[in-house]
């Protein structure tokens, strides 16, 4: 069973420039998270979806960032327009619906603003 | 709402020595448990999970955890560590109904000295 992807793995960028990630669960997974995981500090939740219906995005900043799962399926995180403390590590989980807690893991997109 | 202390950010140990990481959570509501692994430039594996049962769970790579609901405390712990053990780890909890979201720990760096 393939493991959750995404891409790009690394990306620099300026500040106030544009950026997008991408992430492709597990198949059959419902349930799709995205986190930021900032250096030093443990990942934070920023929205998570249940097929395309987004479930929780109470801590995502939707001046900049916003997030779409329009198939129920893949996902894209957008930051427009990023900022220096955007700098982060951005991860992308799913879940089943009748898999219990677990969520899986992708390995994750590294973003550098500066 | 949860939240989630590591009690320390950064443990040294020599290799082969036993290493216990320190891990409290604070809830209203019960929860279930997790701790996750992250190697350098690499995504969370899932070390070990508390989800109901015995209080003493049993994990990947040796590592094993004990759920204490008084102290509200889920210590992990490794008998015998190896320098591949070397890691960023990670103490979370998700509640049993609702989004099931994850609230992290800050982490604990362990690092095995030869």
């Known amino acids: 069973e393939a493991g959750v992807a995404q891409s790009p793995r690394y990306k620099i960028i300026e500040k106030r420039q544009s950026v997008a990630f991408w992430c492709n669960p597990i198949?059959?997974?419902?349930?799709l998270y995205w986190y930021q995981q900032i250096l030093g500090q443990g990942p934070k939740l920023l929205i998570q979806?249940?097929?395309?219906?987004?479930?929780?995005d109470s801590q995502l900043p939707k001046d900049r960032f916003s997030a779409e799962r329009l198939k129920g399926v893949d996902s894209t995180l957008k930051i427009q327009p990023a900022k220096l403390e955007d700098s982060a590590v951005y991860l992308c989980?799913?879940?089943?619906?009748?898999?219990?807690?677990?969520?899986?893991f992708g390995p994750g997109t590294r973003l550098t603003v500066t | 709402a949860q939240s989630v202390t590591q009690l320390d950010s950064q443990v040294p140990v020599f290799e082969e020595a036993p290493v216990e990481l320190r891990c409290n959570y604070s809830s209203s509501v019960s929860v279930y448990l997790f701790w996750y692994v992250q190697y350098p430039n690499q995504g969370l594996q899932l070390l070990l999970k508390y989800l109901s049962g015995s209080t003493l769970v049993k994990g990947i790579n040796g590592f094993e955890a004990e759920f204490n609901k008084s102290q509200t405390s889920f210590h992990l712990r490794k008998p015998s560590v190896h320098i591949s053990d070397t890691a960023e780890y990670f103490c979370a909890v998700s509640n049993y109904q609702g989004a099931q979201k994850l609230v992290f720990g800050q982490g604990t760096r362990l690092t095995i000295n030869p």
């Open positions: 198949s059959g997974h419902a349930t």
């Open positions: 979806f249940q097929n395309n219906g987004v479930v929780d």
């Open positions: 989980a799913s879940r089943a619906l009748a898999g219990g807690p677990l969520q899986y």
